[in-house]
C-alpha cells in the first residue's frame, strides 16, 4: 500500500470495547499529531466504530485490522474502512480483501510468507507477531535478501521498543496500542492519549536527528 506506512512512524491500534469512545479516541490521536489509525476487529464494537471514526472524522485515515474472515473484510469495507490489515495471508482471507479494492496490509512472519505476498505485488507488510518472531534481528537479517520490502512491525511493541525498530532501513513505521491505553479509554481520559501522541512523535524526531 504505497503511501502508508510513511504517514507517522506509528499506526495505532485501537482495541475498542465502546463504540462512543471511537471518535473522542481518534480525535485525541490527530491532536496529537497522528493522522491514521486501525480499528482492530477483535471487539463486536469495532465496525461500528470505524462507520463513526469513517463519517465523523474527515482528515484521520481509518483502517480495519486482525482481518481474519471473508465477511469480515466486506464488513469493514462497507463500513468505512480505507485500507485493511491481515495478521497472516491465507488464501480466502487474501482474496476477500482484494475484492474490496481496498489497499491491503498484509501480514507475514516468516521469509516464505514475505516472497509470497511479494510475488502478489506488495511491497510492503505487516511484521506480525514482531517480538515473539525475532524482534529487530530478525527484520536485520532478511533485509539483504529481501531489499525492496518494507515492513511495518506489530505484536508487543512498546514505546520504549519502537526506537529500536524504527532505526532499522526495512521498517517504516511500528503499530502498537500504547498510545491508547486501555485504563486511558474506559476513562474517557482523551487528553492522556494526545500527550502519550506528542511525546511518542518527539521522541521519534529526535532520534531521527540524533
Request: proline fraction near 8%; include cysteine.
Amino acid at each position: 500500500m504505497p503511501g502508508l506506512l510513511d504517514i507517522s512512524p506509528v499506526i495505532p491500534v485501537l482495541v475498542l470495547h465502546d463504540h462512543e469512545a471511537a471518535v473522542p479516541v481518534v480525535e485525541a490521536l490527530r491532536d496529537g499529531g497522528v493522522r491514521l489509525a486501525e480499528v482492530t476487529l477483535r471487539t463486536p464494537a469495532a465496525i461500528e466504530a470505524i462507520r463513526r471514526i469513517a463519517a465523523e472524522v474527515e482528515d484521520v485515515v481509518v483502517g480495519a485490522g486482525t482481518v481474519v474472515a471473508p465477511h469480515q473484510a466486506a464488513a469493514a469495507a462497507k463500513a468505512g474502512a480505507e485500507f485493511l490489515v491481515t495478521p497472516g495471508s491465507s488464501d480466502q482471507v487474501y482474496q476477500a480483501c482484494r475484492d474490496t479494492g481496498l489497499p491491503i496490509l498484509p501480514g507475514a512472519a516468516t521469509v516464505s510468507e514475505a516472497m509470497s505476498l511479494a510475488e502478489r505485488g506488495h511491497s510492503e507488510l505487516k511484521f506480525f507477531p514482531a517480538e515473539a518472531a525475532g524482534g529487530p534481528a530478525y527484520l536485520r537479517a532478511i533485509a539483504g535478501p529481501l531489499p525492496g520490502l518494507r515492513f511495518c512491525p506489530t505484536g508487543g511493541i512498546t514505546a520504549e521498543s519502537a526506537s529500536g525498530y524504527l532505526r532499522l532501513p526495512n521498517v517504516a513505521c511500528v503499530g502498537g496500542s500504547w498510545l491508547t491505553p486501555a485504563e486511558a479509554v474506559a476513562a474517557g481520559d482523551f487528553a492522556r492519549i494526545t500527550a502519550l501522541t506528542r511525546d511518542f512523535l518527539t521522541a521519534c524526531r529526535a532520534g531521527a536527528t540524533a
